[in-house]
């Protein structure tokens, strides 16, 4: 991905003290996934109809554990939980009056998915590291230690 705007530093109000961990493959292969896909809806790009389906046993996962996290998760008025595990299906799970077809509110999902292949991006280019100080990117921030 290219970004023709020049890297700026964090704003004070929004930017971490720290940053504690670099993505793993598997979470940069998620985040670009992600950027795609939505990419594609904003479009209007045609998306799979049908995804392949498994088991969670099947994929190494404990059903009964992911039926109490999506216990608690609908304890919390989560909407729906999409478990896909190499590109299946394996949990899907929604709550009353809600469907795969039902658009859900995700603006909280979308600034976390945003943000977080935006750091990503700048840790791959080299522009961030996962060890330095917040103060190195915000020039308020420089004379605390």
Not at 7 to 30: G, H, K, W, Y
Not at 98 to 108: E, G, P
Request: aromatic letters at 8%; hydrophobic letters at 45%.
């Amino acid at each position: 991905m290219y970004c023709s705007k020049p890297f700026r530093p964090l704003d004070p109000e929004t930017a971490m003290t720290r940053v504690v961990a670099s993505p793993s493959i598997s979470a940069a292969r998620v985040s670009l996934f992600m950027v795609a896909a939505l990419a594609l809806h904003i479009c209007g790009a045609a998306w799979p109809q049908e995804w392949a389906t498994s088991t969670p046993g099947a994929q190494g996962l404990v059903e009964k554990k992911l039926e109490a996290l999506w216990s608690d998760l609908q304890e919390r008025h989560t909407t729906g939980l999409l478990i896909i595990r190499n590109d299946q299906v394996v949990f899907e799970r929604y709550a009353e009056g809600y469907s795969r077809k039902k658009a859900h509110y995700t603006a909280s999902m979308a600034k976390a998915l945003v943000g977080g292949t935006s750091l990503m991006l700048a840790i791959n280019n080299g522009r961030l590291h996962p060890e330095d100080l917040a103060r190195q990117y915000v020039s308020q921030w420089a004379t605390i230690h």
